[in-house]
């Protein structure tokens, strides 16, 4: 079962910029569907971003042009650079991997919480 560790998060001000850590171990990030999820407290875990194997990337309308999502194969690790940031972006995000036998993103890392301040 592929284990997945995210870091990078911390305490920024609006309009600052992130770059958030997934590194897997147990498994190979080539073999999976990456995806970064975010959750505000008393709201649903949402959709970030997302690097599928073929390096197919896809994001939430909300993140598009600020947010970017890379593997680094080598290194088995999935980044999450985030720029102008803002207050709503607050949350823990979650490193998600999807395998080809799914639909469904079954791996699920830690979390690591990013607060925006206005």
């Known amino acids: 079962q592929v284990q997945l560790v995210e870091s990078g998060g911390g305490l920024v001000q609006a309009g600052g910029s992130l770059r958030l850590s997934c590194a897997a171990s147990?498994?190979?990030?080539?073999?999976?569907?990456m995806a970064w999820f975010r959750q505000a407290p008393g709201k649903e875990r949402m959709f970030v971003a997302s690097?599928?194997?073929?390096?197919?990337?896809s994001y939430a309308d909300s993140v598009k042009g600020r947010f970017t999502i890379s593997r680094d194969n080598p290194k088995n690790t999935v980044y999450l650079q985030m720029s102008s940031l803002k207050p709503d972006d607050t949350a823990v995000y979650y490193c998600?991997?999807?395998?080809?036998?799914?639909?469904?993103?079954?791996?699920w890392g830690q979390g690591t919480q990013v607060t925006v301040t206005s």
């Open positions: 690097t599928w194997r073929i390096l197919r990337t």
């Open positions: 998600a991997a999807r395998n080809r036998d799914s639909s469904n993103y079954t791996y």
């Open positions: 147990g498994g190979t990030i080539s073999d999976y569907d």
